[in-house]
């Protein structure tokens, strides 16, 4: 079974901190992604990641920022938190054969005060 | 118009019951799709790939429609577990997924 690993289920922060959420997925995937998914819209992509130190912006990247550095690794950052990032955040992985589902972490959920 | 709708329900539906959902996707460059189940506070879970002749497992039944451009998903003998949102995937021609919204289902005994 794939196994994708989120580092923190909660997550309670202060407006202006910079914020790291890290995954981790064991499958050997190429493809890894950050969602986060709020009440009425849904999962929205925020970035993804075709390969090692590729990254591609997803449709609400603003204030955000990825690390890929290594391929089971890829690591979402809240340069400046702010109270409208809070959200449940999760991470995906998939292969990169063409149409391939996604596998996704249990979620960070984030609070920003 | 959102690339892909779904009714948000929620479908209250008794043990037992058969109860269908649709989802309609915008871009008819669309390719593949997928049906996802996430409880509450639980993240998305594959539930099964939607094929073009239509596909079966178990209770769950996937269907495609390209020419009206939906696909749904028929639950038949509904137990209380089945209880979700079910949200609907579509992948264009990237690996990018598009995310339906979810509909919620509650079985009740």
């Known amino acids: 079974d794939v196994k994708v690993t989120q580092s923190s289920r909660y997550l309670v922060k202060r407006t202006g901190e910079k914020v790291f959420l890290e995954c981790v997925q064991d499958?050997?995937?190429?493809?890894m992604f950050w969602y986060r998914q709020d009440p009425g819209l849904g999962l929205r992509l925020i970035y993804f990641?075709?390969?090692?130190?590729?990254?591609e912006k997803g449709d609400i990247p603003e204030g955000y920022s990825v690390s890929r550095e290594k391929k089971e690794r890829f690591s979402l950052i809240l340069e400046s938190a702010s109270t409208n990032q809070t959200s449940m955040y999760l991470c995906?992985?998939?292969?990169?054969?063409?149409?391939?589902?996604?596998?996704f972490g249990d979620g960070t959920r984030l609070s920003i005060l | 118009r959102k690339e892909v709708e779904q009714d948000p329900g929620p479908f209250n539906v008794p043990e037992g019951a058969t109860v269908a959902f649709n989802c309609t996707y915008s871009?008819?460059?669309?390719?593949?799709f997928f049906w996802y189940r996430q409880d509450c506070r639980k993240e998305p879970k594959l539930l099964m790939s939607?094929?073009?002749s239509g596909n079966e497992d178990g209770r769950f039944t996937a269907q495609l429609n390209r020419a009206s451009q939906y696909i749904s998903l028929l639950i038949r003998d509904s137990k209380l577990s089945d209880s979700a949102t079910y949200l609907c995937?579509?992948?264009?021609?990237?690996?990018?997924?598009?995310f339906g919204t979810g509909t919620r289902l509650q079985v009740f005994p």
């Open positions: 995906a992985s998939s292969l990169a054969r063409f149409n391939q589902p996604q596998h």
């Open positions: 499958m050997d995937h190429e493809n």
């Open positions: 990641s075709y390969d090692v130190k590729m990254k």
């Open positions: 871009n008819s460059a669309s390719q593949s």
């Open positions: 939607v094929y073009s």
């Open positions: 995937v579509v992948i264009r021609n990237t690996d990018k997924l598009i």
